[in-house]
């Protein structure tokens, strides 16, 4: 069972969280255990330093080791003086980054069956996965998941056993679960409650570890480091409690759909990849042929760990499935990330691709570059924020890409 503090409506302090924490890992059977925290990277807002120093001191003299592991999924490592400051100090910790792309790190779990992936995945795959995953996490007796929930474009929420899958998995399982959730369209799952397509097929390949598994689940205020609430337990139940409150917190809803949505992007992404979220978070309320302008002049390359999409360019869903022999060997987390900035559109070999709405970078990335990958441009130094504020046609989104926006039904 999980134990949740907190609510919707409320902040909690730090003198309370952390005795929360205290008081569940003090009764957790975890003496002469290894542990192993997977927490996320500095994309994700989450009070580390604070969480990890309760944690340092409930475990002390307890855990045999404490392994700190960064959920990178495919994102770039977090050099030491970024860890230093998105951890804080670490007490007998050793700090580890995800090293995705080094086979020696990984390890296979097992498989899915093609049989249980087509059901799974409600017939949209039908090939079998290895489930492979970072060595750390069958090497420890324990996983410590600790990380927010908030609306995903892939799975619906994020956190809970995301961060075992794709959190510290293989490029393979990775590519597959963001392909299946561009299969649905990150417009259609994401924000969406209860256990998605995407979410069933990252708990099977979850339940194939086998490590002890425990949560701290957070639901992080936007814009700050506080929590409204935090759940401890198996990590199902103690995901499935902060996307409840996840739902209420994180998303806005509108009585109609703007024109225009100028998207101020968070200085904690930098680049497209991590970046286009103030894309997928404002998307369901643009109208058709409206605009999405991401403004984040700090951005100045598309992907460093993804190259290839500077080769392959931002295209909707239907111009890489009805060309799929075309694009299937390329990775296809590639093709899943083109198509969530990309949005919504449809595509044919007589019409060619028409997209729903129009997605223009105002980034530090140059002109030519954007152009080449499907997008418009638009030079970031002629934007005036407080022009577009006054604008009726347009929604400015501060510290866009937590926040999800929707229309109301």
């Not at 290895?130 to 007796?141: G, P």
């Not at 480091?225 to 998303?251: I, M, T």
Request: aromatic content about 6%; glycine content about 8%.
């Amino acid at each position: 069972m999980s134990e949740t503090i907190g609510g919707p409506t409320v902040t909690l302090d730090d003198a309370t969280v952390r005795d929360f924490v205290l008081r569940n890992l003090s009764a957790a059977a975890l003496d002469g255990k290894s542990v192993c925290v997977i927490v996320p990277d500095a994309t994700r807002s989450c009070p580390l330093p604070l969480l990890l120093d309760a944690i340092g001191d409930a475990l002390d003299g307890r855990a045999t080791t404490i392994t700190v592991l960064i959920a990178l999924g495919t994102h770039a490592a977090m050099t030491a003086e970024h860890l230093e400051r998105h951890l804080g100090v670490r007490k007998n910790m050793e700090v580890r980054n995800h090293e995705w792309w080094d086979p020696a790190r990984l390890t296979s779990v097992g498989a899915i069956g093609a049989e249980r992936v087509a059901e799974l995945s409600e017939g949209r795959l039908t090939e079998s996965i290895d489930v492979v995953v970072n060595r750390a996490v069958v090497e420890h007796d324990v996983c410590l998941v600790v990380g927010p929930v908030f609306p995903h474009e892939v799975v619906g929420f994020s956190g809970g056993n995301k961060y075992f899958v794709p959190g510290v998995a293989g490029q393979e399982i990775i590519d597959f679960s963001h392909w299946l959730g561009a299969l649905i369209t990150s417009s259609e799952i994401i924000g969406t409650r209860g256990i998605t397509p995407v979410r069933a097929l990252i708990d099977d390949a979850v339940h194939l570890i086998p490590t002890r598994r425990l949560a701290l689940c957070l639901v992080v205020e936007s814009g700050t480091k506080r929590l409204h609430a935090a759940s401890f337990g198996p990590p199902e139940e103690a995901w499935a409690a902060c996307a409840d409150v996840s739902a209420e917190v994180h998303v806005r809803y509108l009585p109609r759909p703007v024109r225009r949505v100028l998207s101020l992007v968070s200085q904690k992404y930098d680049d497209m990849w991590t970046g286009a979220k103030g894309f997928y978070k404002v998307e369901p309320i643009v109208a058709d042929g409206g605009e999405v302008i991401i403004y984040a002049p700090h951005i100045t390359e598309i992907a460093e760990t993804h190259p290839a999409i500077a080769e392959i360019g931002y295209h909707c869903r239907d111009y890489f499935v009805k060309q799929w022999d075309r694009f299937a060997s390329y990775h296809w987390g590639d093709l899943a990330h083109s198509t969530h900035l990309r949005g919504a559109g449809t595509w044919d070999p007589i019409e060619g691709e028409k997209d729903r709405v129009t997605v223009t970078l105002a980034t530090g990335i140059g002109e030519a570059a954007v152009r080449a990958v499907n997008l418009n441009y638009l030079d970031p130094s002629t934007i005036d924020v407080a022009d577009y504020e006054t604008d009726p046609d347009t929604l400015v989104v501060p510290d866009a890409g937590e926040v999800l926006f929707r229309l109301r039904q």
